[in-house]
């Protein structure tokens, strides 16, 4: 690791597990050069700032120090497991309709429009510019069915310096005749190259690199047989590369995938069958899965992508999220836009919580026995985890981030919940003074709030920071 360069002092976030997190009120956080977190201590007084310092080798010459004010604080940056970048343009339109219809009618002539790649170029800029002040540090993108818009919208991420996993939509069939790949061979080729273009901007110094390629059969539906055994022989070729599709998002949409696919017993067996369940895949939605499937994603060990903006706008259904958590399967939070009609994670937090609440609201029979989650709203512990390092293992990265230690990088937002954030006014209060029980105990408390009010109320305005890897790229003190 490298010399430390930047130190941060003030109150921190850090999520542990499904059910705890670390309330930090007075931390002291060292990053180095190469944006990893050289050490934390976590209870500092500002008194003996000076004295810490020294004793880890920091002078005040040789380091800057960033001291939080009161009502701020630092927590692991969002992960965002599922969003179409080509789709943000569409945001607020076509929630009257239901998947199939909203893809023919909504989502394709928009896809269709990145042939241009000016077109491209200006849209992906502003919206991967937007997607980082909104506090999301990992993003996993669909493009749309062009390998070079595609790579634009790489180049961006790479530019802007965003982490993302970054994949071109594999679709060559049930699409409309101006927005479908002539045949699995243009497909897979196009496929190829734009891997071999992600992977060749990775700078050599960070491991793994920032922007990643991900595999992208749009869903079965869109996949003839023939592609998807070609897709089978990339994936199987390359077991590094992560994978992105779609699963079990709405009624009509399973019907039809067990048309197309008669010889497989279920949505999840399709996947399963051309080898497309494993550890690094993502998939959208899982709204009706069976037990069976749940059961066979959770042997796979593959994440499911939590969308539930999208699940409420598209009239899709609501997920099972805590049976999926009892049964130990991996899940983040994903916002599906334009299905979700906000890119910001706060939303899908909010969305995520209010499901959980609909399901209990719906579960007639009290909470099984070893359950402990299913039947139950999902609390402010296990929404913050879902949104941090339970994104961060459905992506397989849970190691370099997700929440905050030594040796991991630092993804980080600062957030402000004083009143000259402009954010939400639910947030103000008492943030500007001095907090009102101003012990070890009161301080915590104070700090507790401010996350679970900025979770359910706050908004970008409230992010002032964003760092990808130790470096500052976004928020609104950030000079664009
Ligand atoms: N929500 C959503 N589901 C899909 N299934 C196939 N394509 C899409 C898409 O673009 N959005
Ligand atoms: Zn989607």
New binding site residues.
């Given amino acids: 690791m490298s010399a430390v360069s930047k130190i941060y002092y003030g109150a921190v976030i850090n999520p542990e597990t499904l059910t705890s997190y670390q309330v930090l009120p007075r931390c002291l956080l060292a990053v180095a050069a190469s944006g990893e977190i050289a050490w934390l201590v976590e209870d500092v007084e500002d008194s003996l700032v000076q004295d810490t310092l020294a004793q880890k080798g920091c002078t005040d010459a040789d380091v800057e120090i960033f001291a939080l004010k009161h009502g701020e604080f630092i927590m692991p940056g969002f992960v965002d497991t ?1 969003t ?1 970048a080509p ?1 943000v343009p569409n945001i607020g339109s076509g929630q009257q309709y239901e ?1 199939l219809d ?2 023919q009618n909504v ?1 394709f002539p928009m ?1 269709a429009k990145f042939s241009d790649l000016e077109f491209a170029r200006a849209t992906y800029k502003s919206v991967v510019r937007r997607i980082i002040d909104y506090g999301t540090t990992t993003c996993c993108y ?1 493009g749309t069915l062009h390998g070079e818009a595609t790579k634009v919208l790489a180049n961006t991420v790479n530019e802007l310096g965003q982490r993302a996993f970054v994949g071109k ?1 594999n ?1 060559n069939r049930n699409s409309p005749d101006y927005y479908v790949e002539p045949s699995p061979e243009a497909s897979i080729d196009a496929t190829l190259d734009l891997i071999k273009h992600i992977r060749s901007l990775a700078p050599s110094t960070s491991s793994p690199p920032l922007v990643q390629p991900i595999l992208t059969p ?2 079965a ?2 996949c003839t047989d023939e592609l998807m055994e070609k897709l089978q022989k990339v994936a199987a070729a390359d077991p590094s590369l992560a994978i992105q ?2 699963i079990s ?2 009624r009509s ?1 399973i019907e039809f995938t067990l048309e197309l696919f008669p010889s497989s017993k279920s949505y999840a067996g399709v996947y399963d069958r051309y080898g497309l369940l494993r550890d690094n895949t993502i998939l ?2 899982a709204v009706h899965l069976s037990d069976e499937e749940k059961e066979l994603v959770k042997t796979r060990d593959s994440g499911i992508s939590h ?1 539930p903006t ?1 699940n409420f706008n ?1 009239s ?1 259904g609501v997920a099972p999220v805590g049976d999926l958590l009892d049964r130990g399967i991996k899940v983040g939070l994903g916002t ?1 836009v ?3 009609f906000s890119p910001s994670i706060l939303t899908a937090i909010q969305h995520a919580s209010i499901a959980s609440k609909v399901i209990a609201l719906q579960s007639a029979t009290p909470l099984q026995q070893g359950s402990k989650f299913a039947g139950q709203a999902l609390p402010i512990a296990t929404l913050l985890y879902l949104a941090t390092l339970g994104g961060a293992q459905v992506c397989c990265i849970e190691k370099q981030i997700g929440s905050f230690a030594v040796g991991k990088t630092f993804d980080a937002l600062v957030v402000n919940v004083r009143s000259d954030s402009n954010g939400p006014p639910g947030l103000w209060g008492t943030a500007q003074s001095m907090p009102v029980d101003d012990t070890s105990e009161g301080r915590r408390k104070e700090l507790d709030g401010f996350l679970e009010r900025f979770m359910f109320c706050g908004d970008d305005r409230n992010i002032s920071r964003v760092y990808v890897q130790g470096r500052w790229i976004g928020g609104t003190s950030f000079r664009h």
Wanted: contains cysteine; proline residues 0%; glycine residues 6%.
């Fill in positions: 599922h179409h789709q998947l909203w893809l989502t896809e669909y939509c679709m749009r869903f539906i869109s599709t779609h998002e709405n949409e959208a939605h969308c999208s598209l899709s599906d334009s299905g979700g």
